[in-house]
């Protein structure tokens, strides 16, 4: 067995809450194959409305048992500032001390927007109310937010989220390196001084990736997704040709100064550690 490296720039690997004792199972493993590359964490995301409340703690514990850093998502719309509160309280418990703020939507047919209305208002509860014990990640939107319709306002909405007490920032998936090293310099300008981590989705399935990536207002370049398309049912060229795009974007994020990069798993440790390994580590 040869001897595993450090990677060139901080690592880390975000998971969904798996729904059957099978999926936790295979997460363990999977979590246990992303460790030999030392990832500074683990994040696991959390459900509209909090619908995954229990199962996302139920990871994070899982994750934080084995000796790792675990950071979960905390989505404030339709929570009230007594249940954040308690949320906070159980994962202090477990010894927790970095989650993903957000925003989050309201599950389909729930009225009730609860205490806060945006990310920047949950941070700054936060703050006000248990100081600096968190280190609290925000998203960030290269191709700005899909619900926005100015650019101007989604940079300085994520300037608040940053304002109001934010260490860090990791990105919405994203194939252009250019709208990422472009957003970077826009909010420099607005005074924003923290990292801002790069997300990067390995092409999983690329059917599923594109309808995430239209979903979310996220550019494929044409000629990667021609190119995938033309394919067809040929897994091992889709599988190469993708990890040779994400390896490239990878690489170029690097050298061009970002401080992270953030990889979107979906559960599975083998083309993101193919990746990994591609880089270095």
């Known amino acids: 067995m040869t001897d595993q490296h450090p990677p060139p720039?901080?690592?880390?690997?975000?998971?969904?809450?798996?729904?059957?004792?099978v999926g936790a199972?295979?997460?363990k493993t999977v979590v246990q194959?992303?460790?030999?590359?030392?990832?500074?964490?683990?994040?696991?995301t959390y459900g509209a409305g909090g619908s995954t409340r229990d199962k996302t703690l139920a990871t994070v514990s899982s994750i934080a048992a084995a000796g790792f850093e675990a950071a979960p998502h905390l989505s404030c719309v339709g929570s009230t500032r007594a249940g954040i509160s308690e949320i906070l309280a159980t994962y202090r418990a477990q010894r927790i001390k970095r989650i993903?703020?957000?925003?989050?939507?309201?599950p389909s047919g729930t009225a009730t927007a609860g205490d806060f209305r945006y990310a920047n208002e949950l941070i700054a509860f936060i703050r006000e109310t248990q100081g600096t014990d968190w280190?609290?990640?925000?998203?960030?939107?290269?191709?700005?937010?899909?619900?926005?319709?100015?650019?101007?306002?989604?940079?300085e909405h994520f300037a608040n989220k940053v304002k109001a007490g934010a260490d860090s920032a990791i990105t919405q998936f994203f194939f252009n390196p250019d709208a990422y090293f472009h957003f970077v310099d826009e909010v420099r300008a607005l005074g924003v001084t923290v990292p801002i981590v790069a997300g990067i989705m390995p092409f999983h399935n690329y059917a599923r990736i594109a309808q995430f990536a239209q979903r979310d207002g996220i550019e494929i370049p044409r000629w990667v997704a021609l190119k995938m398309e033309g394919f067809m049912d040929d897994a091992a060229s889709i599988r190469a040709f993708g990890l040779d795009v994400v390896t490239a974007l990878c690489e170029?994020?690097?050298?061009g100064g970002a401080p992270g990069i953030h990889f979107y798993t979906l559960n599975q440790s083998g083309l993101t550690l193919e990746v990994c390994r591609r880089l270095g580590a």
């Open 135 to 155: 280190f609290i990640e925000v998203a960030a939107y290269p191709e700005y937010h899909p619900q926005q319709r100015y650019a101007k306002r989604d940079l």
């Open 33 to 44: 194959e992303l460790a030999a590359v030392h990832p500074e964490f683990f994040s696991v």
């Open 100 to 106: 993903v703020a957000l925003r989050g939507d309201l």
């Open 25 to 27: 199972a295979k997460l």
């Open 9 to 21: 720039i901080p690592f880390s690997f975000e998971f969904f809450p798996p729904n059957t004792p």
């Open 252 to 255: 170029r994020l690097i050298e």
